[in-house]
């Protein structure tokens, strides 16, 4: 069994910055991509985000540079940190990972259940 758990959400004002952590556990061979989405109250969840297993960073043209994704492989970690942060980056941040349970199994998406952070004053 695979565990999804973010962490790092609160409540902070414009123009100031937050971290993000994403953690996997369980049963992991291999994880693959991990990203990060967001959906804000009345909209789709979009992209923030996405790192693949060596590195490779894609971002959401509205990041605009404020937020950078990391991640630790040795500890099947994820990281957000985001910068600058503006009343309109206010959403659940959602954790996205791409897992082999085990080896004879394939890649399979895993959820966490969510983080808020809210930006205002």
């Known amino acids: 069994q695979v565990h999804v758990v973010e962490s790092g959400g609160a409540l902070v004002q414009p123009g100031g910055s937050l971290r993000l952590s994403c953690a996997a556990s369980g049963s992991i061979f291999s994880i693959n991509t991990m990203g990060w989405y967001r959906q804000a109250p009345g909209k789709e969840r979009e992209l923030v985000a996405h790192i693949t297993s060596i590195g490779t960073t894609d971002y959401a043209d509205s990041m605009n540079g404020r937020f950078t994704i990391s991640r630790d492989n040795a500890k099947n970690m994820m990281y957000l940190q985001m910068n600058s942060l503006k009343p309109e980056d206010t959403a659940v941040y959602y954790c996205?990972?791409?897992?082999?349970?085990?080896?004879?199994?394939?890649?399979?998406?895993?959820w966490g259940q969510g983080t808020q952070v809210t930006v205002s004053s």
């Open positions: 996205y990972t791409l897992i082999k349970p085990y080896y004879s199994a394939p890649y399979t998406d895993y």
